[in-house]
């Protein structure tokens, strides 16, 4: 059964905290991808990766770094949060390609509360 | 990407087929029909999609109108736990980037 993990499902930070953000995958994906989700305003792709070390920015990454250093980790740092940084965190993972059409396995989220 | 229209939501009986349709009335010769959902506080789930041809999964089946302008996602025995909200989405089959765009969606009520 295809997995892709996130390192916690609620998170409570304090305006000016570094914040680490992890995902895994075992379904040895070449893509990985964080996306936000807020209400009204859908899915928005902030960084995503397709493959190690390689890194491109979304439609939001102000505010936001991302690192991969191993294929099946893709990590998504706040360098110092603030408030409308608040939000649901989606982690993604697919093949590359034409294997990948698209279909994208999503992790059970996080959701980050800034205080 | 093409742009999808589809109704705010639906309720559908436990055990009866739920019909979602989506307008893609702009879709281009190489775009690809994508059907996510998501449950509530989970992450989206791929459901199926298909280029012009109908298709047929363990999860659902999607119609596809000839001229493509429009779908059908349908799930044959709807339980409760098909609650969610499914996102239709319009895209070419690349690899550029391959990051999603979530419109509204439609939110299905599935009632005992």
């Known amino acids: 059964d295809v997995k892709v993990t996130q390192s916690s499902r609620y998170l409570v930070k304090r305006t000016g905290e570094k914040v680490f953000l992890e995902c895994v995958q075992d379904?040895?994906?070449?893509?990985m991808f964080w996306y936000r989700q807020d209400p009204g305003l859908g899915l928005r792709l902030i960084y995503f990766s397709y493959d190690v070390k390689m890194k491109e920015k979304g439609d939001i990454p102000e505010g936001y770094s991302v690192s991969r250093e191993k294929k099946e980790r893709f990590s998504l740092i706040l360098e110092s949060a603030s408030t409308n940084q608040t939000s649901m965190y989606l982690c993604?993972?697919?093949?590359?390609?034409?294997?990948?059409?698209?279909?994208?396995?999503f992790g059970p989220g996080t959701r980050l509360t800034v205080l | 990407d093409a742009k999808t229209t589809q109704p705010p939501s639906m309720d559908c009986a436990e055990g009866r087929a739920a019909n979602l349709p989506c307008n893609h009335s702009t879709i281009s010769g190489n775009e690809y029909v994508y059907w996510y959902r998501q449950i509530h506080s989970q992450g989206p789930q791929y459901i199926i999609h298909?280029?012009?041809n109908n298709e047929t999964n363990e999860m659902a089946s999607l119609i596809i109108t000839e001229d493509r302008k429009s779908s059908t996602l349908i799930l044959p025995h709807a339980t409760l736990r098909d609650t969610a909200v499914y996102y239709c989405i319009v895209r070419v089959a690349s690899n550029a980037g391959n990051m999603l765009t979530f419109g509204g969606g439609t939110r299905l009520m599935v009632k005992p």
């Open positions: 993604a993972s697919s093949y590359s390609g034409s294997r990948s059409y698209n279909e994208q396995f």
């Open positions: 298909g280029l012009k």
């Open positions: 379904m040895d994906h070449e893509n």
